[in-house]
């Protein structure tokens, strides 16, 4: 009997990389939450000062 | 079918694997780190207070070393006053047991001599009493002697007054003696002898008496004033006996009266009684007013 080869589709693997973009997209959106949060939204584009 | 190549599946396959890694990596890390700007802030809050806390400390400690300056110098000057005033006082105390001892030394000799003095005060009394009891003796004796005394010179005045009578008498016959001679011999010369009345007195006839005085004419003056004694110038020549009482008058006005305690032949003495008013020398003495 002949090996039969297991073929996936391509929108699997887009899938994958779509699920990775959503994952990496999460990651972001909390880590800018919560630098947002604790140290002010400006801490977004610019360096932290100190309040002397 | 075939346009993704093995590699490029395996690749995508691991690099999802190795984003979603990361990514669980970074949520787990953001999500425990520390919040580091409120540990500053907090830390900057207490810093803050613990500043504003050593700022009053300071000052509290700058206000309470210059109180303590403040009470130090002040007790620095009470202790040099203290000391002044105990140096005084030790000076005092030396002085004052010095005094203490030359009194006591005093003392003791004051004692010895009160001794001395209450034995000799106690002698004096004793010789004092002796001496009142002598002099209360002497007293009685002289009252005595006085009674006695005035009872003799009143006898003695009476005698004194009685000789002038017979000397008076003496003399007026002594007269009517040389008077009868001389008539006797002027009778002689003249007529011869003639017979002789009676010159002398005859025996058994009376004599004839010496004009008395009443005792209500005596009347005399004030000589003398001592005190409550006066001095009258009538005696028992003039009839005063002793305890007769003379009227003073000065004028119409009664003044006293005076009672005769004591009599001389020319004068008398007697003490005031019923003083209206002093007497003085001069003023009239009566025995009748």
Same mark, same amino acid.
């Given at each position: ?52 | ?182 008539? $006797? %011999? +002027?009778?002689?010369?003249? =007529?011869?002898?003639?017979? /002789?009345?009676? #010159?002398? *007195?005859? @025996? ?55 009672? $005769? %305690? +004591?009599?001389?032949?020319? =004068?008398?003495?007697?003490? /005031?009684?019923? #003083?209206? *008013?002093? @007497? ?10």
């Amino acid at each position: 009997m002949a090996k039969r080869k297991i073929i996936v589709s391509s929108n699997v693997y887009t899938a994958i990389l779509a699920l990775a973009f959503l994952a990496v997209l999460a990651t972001a959106t909390f880590v800018a939450c919560q630098c947002g949060t604790q140290y002010g939204w400006s801490s977004l584009f610019q360096i932290v000062q100190t309040g002397r | 079918m075939g346009i993704l190549s093995t590699l490029t599946k395996i690749l995508v396959v691991l690099l999802s694997l190795f984003a979603i890694f990361l990514c669980s990596m970074m949520v787990s890390y953001v999500g425990s780190a520390t919040n580091y700007k409120a540990l500053y802030e907090s830390e900057k809050l207490a810093r803050q207070a613990v500043q504003a806390e050593n700022f009053s400390l300071n000052d509290r400690y700058n206000e309470q070393v210059a109180k303590t300056k403040e009470l130090e110098n002040k007790k620095e000057l009470e202790l040099q006053s203290l000391q002044e005033r105990n140096n005084q006082l030790a000076s005092n105390l030396q002085k004052t047991e010095r005094l203490s001892q030359e009194y006591q030394s005093r003392a003791e000799s004051w004692k010895g001599v009160m001794t001395g003095l209450e034995q000799s005060v106690a002698s004096m009394l004793e010789s004092l009493k002796l001496t009142r009891e002598q002099l209360e003796k002497a007293r009685a004796q002289n009252i005595k002697d006085q009674k006695e005394l005035n009872q003799i010179t009143a006898k003695l005045n009476e005698k004194f007054v009685e000789l002038q009578r017979l000397e008076a008498h003496r003399k007026m016959l002594i007269e009517q003696k040389t008077d009868l001679e001389k008539q $006797v %011999t +002027d009778l002689t010369n003249t =007529k011869g002898p003639v017979s /002789l009345g009676s #010159v002398t *007195q005859i @025996p058994g006839q009376k004599a004839q008496p010496a004009p008395t005085i009443t005792a209500s004419e005596i009347q005399g003056l004030v000589t003398e004033i001592n005190q409550s004694l006066v001095t009258l110038s009538v005696g028992t020549a003039d009839g005063v006996k002793e305890g007769m009482t003379f009227h003073i008058t000065r004028g119409s006005e009664f003044l006293c009266d005076v009672k $005769v %305690t +004591d009599v001389d032949v020319n =004068k008398c003495a007697g003490v /005031l009684e019923m #003083v209206q *008013q002093r @007497p003085k020398v001069g003023d009239t003495a009566a025995i009748g007013l």
